[in-house]
């Protein structure tokens, strides 16, 4: 059995660093609406009633958990792995689909990283074993550095 040399999901949260921010900014926010939402619709002037702010403070932390939750949970079921002489991929919850591909086949490999992803230690990762098409193709795998030099190196 080979050694695993890598093994990561996808980062979630730091595929899209601002959008998480703004979106735990409005999760804050639900949480300050529904704790003084009939403080705090007064002294703003707000149309809305103390109770109509709290029903909105629950539902901007509702909308912002879900949107979490739909980043991360993708993520967590999306797999890569590479060992002594094989990357692998697995994806899915329901349904799961896998790709294997020997490091000896691999004639391209492709890490893009934005001034962001270079920030955050992150990368989108391209494979190619022969013709035009990516045998497998991954967004915001962290350390890449160390994937290119694992799979430059056969594993070694």
Do not use: C
């Not at 695993?4 to 999901?9: I, L, N, T």
Request: cysteine-free.
């Amino acid at each position: 059995m080979s050694e695993v040399r890598y093994e990561a999901h996808p980062a979630s949260f730091r595929m899209r660093p601002f959008a998480t921010v703004i979106t735990a900014l409005v999760m804050v926010a639900g949480v300050v609406l529904t704790g003084f939402g009939e403080r705090l619709a007064p002294l703003i002037g707000a149309p809305l009633s103390g109770q109509s702010a709290q029903y909105l403070g629950v539902a901007l932390f509702a909308i912002g958990g879900l949107v979490l939750f739909s980043w991360y949970v993708p993520a967590r079921f999306d797999r890569l792995t590479i060992t002594d002489d094989r990357l692998s991929r697995v994806r899915g919850l329901f349904d799961k689909h896998y790709t294997e591909v020997s490091l000896d086949s691999v004639r391209t490999l492709q890490v893009n990283q934005s001034l962001t992803q270079r920030l955050l230690d992150i990368g989108d990762l391209t494979i190619f074993t022969t013709g035009d098409q990516p045998e497998l193709a991954m967004r915001g795998l962290p350390n890449p550095e160390r994937i290119r030099s694992l799979v430059q190196g056969r594993g070694a």
